[in-house]
């Protein structure tokens, strides 16, 4: 069982940034795949971004909308993981989640093991 606790998030204007993180319990964290969601209100939970575990050499991948923008990054020792987010934009504004994949999994669905409470974000115009 492994549990995640997203960081705090925050209000911040258009074109600032901002550095969520989720914390996971237990051990073997880096053998987890992890990603980051969002889901802002009326719509679906959609895919931002993830990085694979370590044995699969962390790959990147995001949604074009985030693509140089955002960045996702891991740190097996403090059993974390972090999205920094710049040039923000309003349509960013919604809840973040954290989801973790024992099997590696990557992809943009939500086929992820485990999920975070979820952290809001809302970017002023």
């Known amino acids: 069982q492994v549990q995640l606790v997203e960081s705090e998030g925050g209000l911040v204007q258009a074109g600032g940034s901002l550095r969520v993180s989720c914390a996971a319990s237990g051990r073997a964290f880096s053998m987890y795949a992890m990603g980051w969601f969002r889901q802002a209100p009326g719509k679906e939970r959609e895919f931002v971004a993830s990085?694979?575990?370590?044995?699969?050499?962390?790959?990147?991948r995001y949604t074009d909308s985030v693509k140089g923008r955002f960045t996702i990054s891991r740190d097996n020792g403090k059993n974390t993981v972090y999205l920094d987010m710049n040039s923000l934009k309003p349509e960013d504004t919604a809840v973040y989640y954290c989801?973790?994949?024992?099997?590696?999994?990557?992809?943009?669905?939500?086929?992820?093991?485990?999920w975070g409470q979820g952290t809001q974000v809302t970017v002023s115009s």
């Open positions: 989801a973790a994949s024992y099997g590696d999994y990557t992809g943009v669905g939500l086929n992820y093991d485990y």
């Open positions: 990085i694979s575990a370590s044995r699969s050499g962390g790959i990147r």
